[in-house]
């Protein structure tokens, strides 16, 4: 993205892999995902820094009670590292959880 006089305001190279691993069986499924990403601020807006680098894990089981409807849990860890926060006065290095709980219906 430019300015309206040409200059770059937003450039950023971003950078994703991750690793998918499920296993099913009968009425289960057991599923890891591992993630690891990061974003290169490569403009020179001022106090716009975009850098940032993660990893996440993401654990899930699902369970089959009828051909239409579905248990699942799901469990998610992120680490992230994110210069920008100090302009809120938030730490730079974050780690957030959350767990779920799901009931899914399919017609």
């Known amino acids: 993205m430019t300015s309206p006089w040409g200059m770059p305001v937003v450039d950023n190279d971003y950078q994703s892999g991750f690793v ?6 009968n009425a289960h499924r057991f599923t890891l995902r591992l993630e690891e ?5 490569l403009d020179n807006t001022p106090d716009d820094d975009n850098n940032e680098y993660g990893k996440a894990v993401t654990l899930s089981y699902q369970f089959r009670l009828t051909n239409n409807l579905f248990l699942q849990s799901e469990y998610n860890w992120l ?8 302009y809120a006065n938030h730490d730079i290095d974050l ?4 767990a ?8």
Do not use: G
């Not at 780690?95 to 959350?98: G, S």
């Not at 779920?100 to 017609?107: F, V």
């Open 79 to 86: 680490q992230s590292f994110r210069p920008a926060r100090n």
């Open 100 to 107: 779920q709980l799901a009931a899914k219906y399919y017609w």
């Open 37 to 41: 990403f990061s974003v290169t601020d």
């Open 20 to 25: 998918l691993l499920t296993k099913r069986k």
């Open 95 to 98: 780690t957030e959880q959350q």
